[in-house]
């Protein structure tokens, strides 16, 4: 079982080419091409192109060439990307192609795209279906992910697109393609209020589960921190995934290990997420 992780938390650092240097040194077999930072949220909260993200300009694919000559150079490769949201918003969605672009520039082979929060797997489908042969053209597969929204009363959870096994299971139905495929994202599946769980989810996906975003919660908010730190019951995850015949790479996305911890090397941080994750791929090869 192949190991990754994003490496937008370490490029938030040191960059995105010393962040694969980084994530290459430190024993993953792939990163994640995180890119989030395409665009950016003005002082009063509308999203615009990033100008300090060079993969939001006309040199995005001269950029995203040299990450695959370094990924090389370090014996790494690109398993898979994550394109900008929220996808309700026209920037967001305008960078969508260029996402998928990205993807397969750099060598990866699914790229995940969120669905619309509040649309419903029908009103999803649609978009995906507008994107499917785009994202065939390049070889790449695009995984829709579960989410949520926030019940701001009762200060937890609330349902989304996606958000419950069930729901997740319809939106891969209602595009009925096999290039549209499931990330689940553990530490959301596990959040109070969605009525369901990352094993649940899982198992209820089965063949379409080939990405995931592994990261460990308090069970309450999306904390994104290292696996084994918080509350999620890893052993039942890994669980689920051998009962799925998972075939994927154990990808992290524990991106507030290292925001949240500012006065740490970044290397260490680098490595301590590795050995977290690694625990959890040898937890899988020894079922």
């Known amino acids: 079982m192949k190991v990754s992780t994003e490496i937008a938390s370490i490029a938030s650092r040191v960059g995105r080419p010393k962040a694969i240097e980084y994530v290459a040194k430190a024993g993953f077999d792939a990163y994640d091409l995180s890119m989030s930072s395409m665009i950016t949220y003005t002082t009063d909260w509308k999203l615009i192109p990033n100008q300090d993200d060079i993969l939001a300009g006309p040199q995005y694919l001269r950029h995203v060439r040299h990450l695959r000559k370094v990924a090389d150079d370090n014996g790494i490769i690109c398993n898979q990307s994550h394109a900008p949201f929220p996808v309700s918003d026209p920037i967001a969605h305008g960078y969508l192609k260029r996402a998928i672009e990205c993807t397969a520039e750099a060598g990866g082979k699914i790229c995940v795209i969120h669905p619309d929060n509040n649309r419903s797997a029908e009103g999803n489908a649609e978009m995906y279906i507008e994107l ?78 080939q990405a995931l975003h592994i990261h ?13 730190s918080l509350n999620v019951n890893f052993e039942e995850v890994v669980k689920a995934l051998k009962d799925v015949n998972y075939s994927g790479y154990f990808t992290l996305e ?34």
Not at 216 to 228: A, E, G
């Open 132 to 209: 499917l042969p785009f994202a065939k053209e390049h070889g790449v597969k695009i995984a829709t992910e579960n989410m949520w929204n926030w019940n701001r009363e009762e200060g937890h959870a609330a349902p989304a697109a996606c958000s419950d096994h069930d729901n997740f299971l319809a939106h891969i139905q209602a595009a009925n393609d096999d290039y549209l495929v499931a990330c689940v994202d553990v530490g959301h599946a596990e959040m109070f209020g969605l009525n369901t769980s990352a094993p649940q989810m899982i198992r209820t996906l089965g063949r379409h589960v």
């Open 216 to 228: 460990d919660i308090d069970k309450h908010d999306d904390n994104h921190q290292i696996p084994f």
């Open 254 to 287: 524990a991106v507030n290990y290292i925001r949240e911890n500012p006065d740490w090397d970044t290397f260490d941080c680098v490595c301590s997420l590795q050995k977290a994750v690694r625990r959890l791929a040898d937890m899988f090869e020894a079922l």
